[in-house]
């Protein structure tokens, strides 16, 4: 199984900065089949990223996924106050999917 | 719209029996993958498994094989998650998804509000 680890834990900004997340694989993911979901308290996830690049449907283009291989990495180029929320990577290239512990994105 | 409304909250004894459903509207129910997800209280999320409710072929994550049974309708385009005995680990939220899957996996694109299930004596 693959283990996903997400860094930081917590991530303390201000609206307008930059945010950067990383999940990085225990091992490499086929096909960079990577997604990226943000969840708000007490929400469903919603998907952001799939593909470790595609956006999904309605999602900003302030959102932007990269990476490939072992190491990937979500940025929100411009916080706005409805961003901060936890942000959940998952990886789909093998079986079973598994998703990372979770990055909480707070206001500082 | 593309919707999956979950079943509403549930409080169950430790041995009970349970089955929760998730209903899909506007698209075609059995031509996309329902997953399921739980999130216990305070935690990440847990991939449990998938349904393709056009043939109910049913893939399970070795976390959950023979612990819960997935299965779906695809006439009243209803998935359902069902446990023949709860314990009390099994207090969580539990998430229906609209799933891609790519034979390994799966993303998931469309999600239903989620069921609450309380199991305590």
């Known amino acids: 199984e693959i283990v996903l680890t997400q860094s930081p834990g917590t991530l303390s900004l201000s609206p307008g900065e930059r945010a950067t997340l990383s999940c990085r694989a225990s091992q490499s993911v086929s096909s960079n089949y990577l997604a990226w979901y943000q969840q708000k308290p007490g929400q469903a996830p919603r998907l952001l990223i799939y593909g470790a690049s595609s956006r999904a449907t309605g999602i900003p283009d302030r959102f932007s996924g990269s990476g490939s291989g072992t190491d990937f990495t979500l940025t929100i180029s411009r916080l706005e106050p409805e961003d901060f929320a936890v942000y959940y990577c998952q990886q789909y290239g093998s079986s079973p999917l598994t998703f990372g512990q979770g990055t909480k994105v707070e206001i500082k | 719209e593309v919707q999956l409304v979950q079943s509403g909250a549930e409080v169950k004894k430790p041995g009970e029996s349970l089955k929760i459903s998730c209903k899909g509207s506007?698209?075609?129910?059995?031509?996309?993958?329902i997953g399921w997800v739980r999130q216990m209280p305070g935690k990440g999320l847990e991939w449990m498994g998938i349904i393709y409710p056009g043939d109910s072929d049913t893939r399970y994550s070795p976390s959950f094989q023979g612990q819960v049974t997935i299965s779906a309708d695809k006439s009243i385009s209803t998935a359902y998650l069902q446990w023949s005995s709860l314990q009390a680990s099994d207090t969580a939220m539990y998430y229906c998804?609209?799933?891609?899957?790519?034979?390994?996996?799966?993303?998931?694109?469309?999600w239903g509000k989620g069921t609450t299930v309380t199991v305590s004596s």
């Open positions: 506007g698209y075609t129910f059995s031509t996309y993958w």
């Open positions: 998804a609209r799933s891609y899957y790519y034979g390994s996996g799966s993303y998931m694109d469309v």
